[in-house]
């Protein structure tokens, strides 16, 4: 008994809804029909803003296209750039001295700033990636950092 109950309480919320279906149908064509009884002076005008407005662009391209000209060939060089930055760089030899961090060896502080004098004789690790948190207070707090 209780289901039926649903079942019709479900039936009828379905009538609701395709009732409020129908209304925006019907209130979707009158819109339809509207646009459709636009003139045609008014499209003409449309047409006739879009048409202008495509004249002045045309015209400002060509005015500038000496600029245009330079800005493509300068992204076409900032892109074969960043296509050699993005190559895969080949792993450089690595010996016995090879420099890792670990909780036992401190990072190199002039490292972390762009340039170790001594380089791969320095004491200090010189890691891959430099902590940002290390770069502003010359110490790290964060524990999965062995920059401390």
């Known amino acids: 008994m209780t289901d039926n109950k649903a079942l019709d309480e479900k039936v009828n919320a379905m009538r609701k809804d395709l009732v409020t279906v129908v209304k925006a149908l019907r209130d979707l064509n009158a819109s339809v029909k509207k646009l459709e009884e636009k003139s045609e002076n008014d499209e003409n005008k449309e047409l006739q803003e879009i048409l202008k407005s495509q004249e002045i662009i ?77 770069l502003e207070t010359l110490k790290c707090t964060v524990k999965e950092c062995k920059d401390s």
């Open 58 to 134: 045309d015209r400002i391209i060509v005015e500038n296209s000496d600029s245009i000209k330079r800005l493509d060939r300068e992204i076409a060089k900032l892109e074969k750039e960043k296509r050699k930055l993005d190559e895969p760089k080949e792993p450089l030899e690595t010996n016995e001295d090879e420099r890792r961090v670990d909780e036992t060896i401190k990072k190199c502080r002039y490292y972390n700033k762009g340039y170790c004098k001594y380089e791969e004789k320095c004491k200090f690790a010189h890691p891959l990636e430099t902590c940002q948190k290390h």
